[in-house]
């Protein structure tokens, strides 16, 4: 069943990218040959719609906005519609009033999937990826610090502090995208992550998919960080601004040089058998042959 084509249609905010989480998913879509069309989320075209005729309409959002009604209605019985709640738990309210229109829920939250699932019983926990094809260890060097992070300049007090301390072991650095993204990441030494909700973020995905070693703030178990990632095999853990420090003086050490590769081998190993843009278009496909297997 997995050789069947089908017309997959994406729905969410763009202008023009050149990388994205969704497009990662539709690019990935078409190298396997599904025809794959998209539309964006606040200006969608019923009659287009209805031309398209999906097997799989895909809506991807993070502000809490739907599909005019008008397109549900539209919609063939048989399109399996999925929505992807994104930025949860922060935004876990905003996507309510529309979860009981499709037909799966996706979150990269665990403990907001179980509170989906209970609401309109159909959710799954949908983990972060990293994109194979950007998201890689590069060779050679640039002119960066080891140690980095794509937050930017005052999105982190932690990070700002940081960079303002040790200024030539840490950079901070937003605005970049698609393989410029990659390479930043892919050339440093350390990706750092201070989350602003505990929750897991894609960029321990995609340091680790760049052969990094990730270093993170703590996590709270209810996230399931543990049964992706295990401490100290995988991945790197901070409790304190001192404690950060204290690590990363270790891991960019010669002392702490084959831990760091260690983590970042295993980790990159991880990510890359589980975690990829491969693998969750893999799930997608096999969530809709279920679904319609049964609704025969």
């Not at 590769?261 to 843009?277: D, P, S």
């Amino acid at each position: 069943m997995q050789n069947s084509k089908y017309n997959i249609l994406f729905v969410y905010e763009y202008s023009n990218e050149s990388w994205s989480t969704p497009y990662s998913l539709m690019r990935e879509f078409s190298t396997r040959g599904h025809n794959v069309v998209r539309h964006h989320l606040t200006n969608i075209n019923v009659s287009n719609i209805v031309d398209s005729n999906p097997d799989i309409l895909i809506v991807m959002d993070w502000k809490g906005i739907d599909i005019p009604d008008s397109v549900h209605d539209a919609l063939n019985p048989s399109c399996y519609k999925i929505r992807e709640c994104a930025d949860t738990p922060q935004n876990y309210e905003a996507h309510l009033p529309y979860i009981k229109k499709y037909n799966l829920l996706l979150t990269p939250d665990y403990e907001s999937c179980k509170k989906y699932k209970k609401a309109s019983g159909s959710c799954i926990w949908f983990n972060h990826f990293a994109d194979s094809s950007i998201h890689n260890p590069y060779d050679g060097n640039d002119n960066y610090p080891p140690v980095r992070s794509t937050r930017g300049q005052g999105g982190s007090e932690l990070m700002d502090y940081l960079s303002a301390t040790i200024p030539d072991k840490f950079i901070n650095k937003n605005g970049l995208v698609g393989e410029e993204y990659g390479k930043f990441l892919g050339l440093s030494s350390i990706v750092l992550q201070n989350s602003r909700w505990k929750e897991i973020t894609r960029r321990l995905f995609e340091g680790m998919a760049c052969g990094k070693l990730v270093l993170t703030d703590r996590l709270p178990k209810e996230t399931r960080i543990d049964y992706l990632f295990k401490e100290n095999i995988d991945i790197v853990y901070y409790d304190n601004i001192s404690d950060l420090v204290s690590k990363i003086n270790y891991y960019l050490s010669p002392e702490g040089e084959i831990d760091r590769k260690y983590i970042a081998k295993n980790g990159y190993n991880k990510v890359m058998r589980e975690h990829t843009q491969v693998n969750r278009v893999d799930d997608i496909l096999n969530w809709y042959e279920i679904w319609k297997k049964d609704s025969l």
